[in-house]
């Protein structure tokens, strides 16, 4: 993966390994097969944020807010609550099409999303952000790793993440698991 590659080279990954994720249990529970790029950002990094903004999502996480399922689910029922008087943007109106979350935004409610379309290999799925207060959805044709190497390099083409891409550019990109952020594991 060229993109998770590169992520390592600008942001360097905790000394110690995450715990290992059973990756069968964990999208068998989704209900969906996850994308490669993903699984290879989350055995490097494991759960935490990079530059103190994205948050990585990763099943079984210690942190709720942290844990894939428990996002997936609550942002299930957020956004079907939302719809009922909102429009769904674009990708979503195919039969089929779903959003699941895999990363979010530090003090916002936003979230990264995959656009996961019907017939699609997980690989394929592209990313939608939200910006959680509010009704824009921005999409973006790459995968995860690439959109969050575009977010730390100021690279992408988004309204977002301004902190990243303003004044405040870090000389050093940084990840900080969520142990060393939320505090204690309970693992």
């Known amino acids: 993966m060229i993109a998770v590659d590169a992520l390592v080279r600008l942001c360097k990954p ?8 059973d ?19 989350v055995e490097v990094y494991g759960d935490g944020v990079f530059d ?7 099943p079984g996480s ?5 844990d894939l399922h428990a996002q997936t689910a609550e942002r299930d029922e957020v956004l079907a609550d939302l719809w009922e008087f909102e429009a769904k943007p674009a990708g979503l109106l195919e039969a089929g099409a779903r959003v699941l979350p895999w990363a979010c935004e530090e003090g916002t ?5 995959w656009l996961a379309r019907p017939g699609q290999h997980p690989d394929e799925w592209t990313v939608l952000y939200n910006e959680g207060r509010g ?3 921005e999409q973006h044709d790459v995968g995860c790793s690439a959109f969050l190497l575009a977010v730390l390099t100021g690279t992408a083409d988004t309204e977002y993440f301004a902190c990243l891409s303003d004044g ?3 000389t050093e990109h940084r990840f900080a698991t969520a142990d060393q952020t939320i505090g204690a594991s309970r693992r």
Do not use: H, I, N
Not at 109 to 113: E, Q, T
């Open 168 to 170: 405040l550019k870090p």
């Open 109 to 113: 409610g936003a979230f990264l999303y």
């Open 23 to 41: 990756w069968a249990q964990a999208e068998r529970a989704l209900g969906a097969a996850l994308p490669a790029d993903y699984k290879q950002l």
């Open 62 to 66: 210690a942190y709720g807010d942290c």
């Open 14 to 21: 905790p000394a110690e390994p995450p715990p290992a994720v």
């Open 135 to 137: 009704p824009l959805w």
């Open 52 to 58: 103190d903004t994205v948050w990585l999502l990763v």
